[in-house]
Each structure stands twice: as C-alpha cells, then as structure tokens.
C-alpha cells in the first residue's frame, strides 16, 4: 500500500516554456503534500508544503509565482514551472502523508526535468 | 529540528549486517529518529523511525543510545539492492517538514 507515483518521469522542455509535474496518491487519501528539488549529489530540499484545498506554503527563497502549485484533491497536487530556464533543471519529487500520528512520508518516484 | 551528523560514506559485504550510525546530540525530549534512504535516480524511501526504545521491522533495525543522543540502523543482511544514501531524521511527530542532510552514501560489495 501507500503508493505514490508522478508523472512525467522525464521531461526536456525548452527555456521559456512551462512544464506541469502531477504528483498522485494511488491508494490513500493524503492530507498534505511535498515537492522537493534535488540537484546532483546534493540533498533534497524542501520547496512547499500544500494541504488540500489551501495556498501551498514555499520555503524560503523558492519564487511561488514561478513554481505554481495546486492541490486540488486529497489525491493530486501538481508543481508547475513557469518559464523554465536551465538553472530549474533538476530532480523534482513529491511526498504525501495521510496524516497518521507519525511522519511517515511516502515518495514519488521523481521527475528529471531538463531545460535547454 | 534537531540536526543530525553522519559518515559521509560506508563500504560493507553482501550478507553482512551493515551499522550505518547518527549523531543527534541535541535531540530534544519530543523528536523521534527516522531513516529513509535513497536508492540512485528514485525517491527516497522509508525505512524506520523511533523514539527511545530500540524499534524493528521487515528491512532493518534501529538501536537509540539511553541518552538518545545517537543512534545506529542495522540492515541485518546487507544485498547489492541496499546500496543507497541513507539518510537519518530528527523531527517531532507533529512536524511533516524532514530537514534532509548529506546521508551516508552505503555501498554493498559483493
């Protein structure tokens, strides 16, 4: 159980395009949601939290209106990149959490964007 | 969210019981331990998490000192599969927000 997938897998857009990254829960209703970004051999790092139905919460120093994110149901939420340069190519991945009394967060699978 | 210190990196033998430790000297009262790890290219996954008892499960072991200011998780029989970065958590149950560090980066030998 708890899985979560994202789709695409990859994407190489060009600069000035926007991509659309869809993060789903497939068998549970989650709560909250969160996108990451890694960049090679280095660590995740938190971009936003988003709950259902309310303004997702960035991190400092991540531009909400170029990472636009929507949770629109307990099962989907999606990270779109507006006017995409290639500094913004990375790995980004989701998380979902049902809310249970401890932080066991399940992941997607990730997305490699590439802008060229 | 207390922060967490581990060896960059780990060699050990397939079929042999890997101890990836974690320092976490200013864990406070209400933050548990968690393990995840982070196979090449995926996302991560969990593995455990605990308090102060010393917790159990299907992949791997997790041993926190009395002091719980450090911690070890024990992949029993380490397989080629369980190459990763593991990466050890202090957060409070309330909290969703995981701080990721550097990780161990464990690789399994044959």
């Known amino acids: 159980g708890a899985v979560v997938s994202q789709h695409p897998s990859r994407v190489i857009c060009k600069s000035g395009t926007s991509v659309k990254i869809e993060c789903r829960s497939l068998?549970?209703?989650?709560?909250?949601m969160f996108w990451y970004r890694q960049f090679p051999k280095q660590s995740l790092m938190l971009m936003a939290t988003?709950?259902?139905?309310?303004?997702?919460?960035?991190e400092q120093g991540v531009e909400k209106d170029k990472f636009l994110i929507n949770h629109a149901s307990l099962t989907l939420s999606t990270l779109t990149v507006t006017s995409a340069h290639p500094e913004d190519s990375s790995f980004y991945i989701c998380s979902a959490t049902e809310g249970r009394s401890y932080n066991e967060q399940f992941f997607g699978p990730g997305t490699r964007l590439t802008v060229l | 969210d207390a922060k967490t210190t581990q060896p960059p990196s780990m060699d050990c033998a397939e079929g042999r019981a890997a101890n990836l430790p974690c320092n976490h000297s200013t864990i406070s009262g209400n933050e548990y331990v968690y393990w995840y790890r982070q196979i090449h290219s995926q996302g991560p996954q969990y593995i455990i998490h605990?308090?102060?008892?010393?917790e159990t499960n299907e992949m791997a072991s997790l041993i926190i000192t009395e002091d719980r200011k450090s911690s070890t998780l024990i992949l029993p029989h380490a397989t080629l599969r369980d190459t990763a970065v593991y990466y050890c958590i202090a957060c409070m149950d309330s909290n969703y927000q995981l701080i990721w560090g550097a990780g161990t980066k464990l690789i399994i030998k044959p």
């Open positions: 605990g308090l102060k008892n010393n």
């Open positions: 068998d549970f209703q989650a709560t909250t």
């Open positions: 988003s709950n259902e139905g309310s303004k997702a919460t960035y």
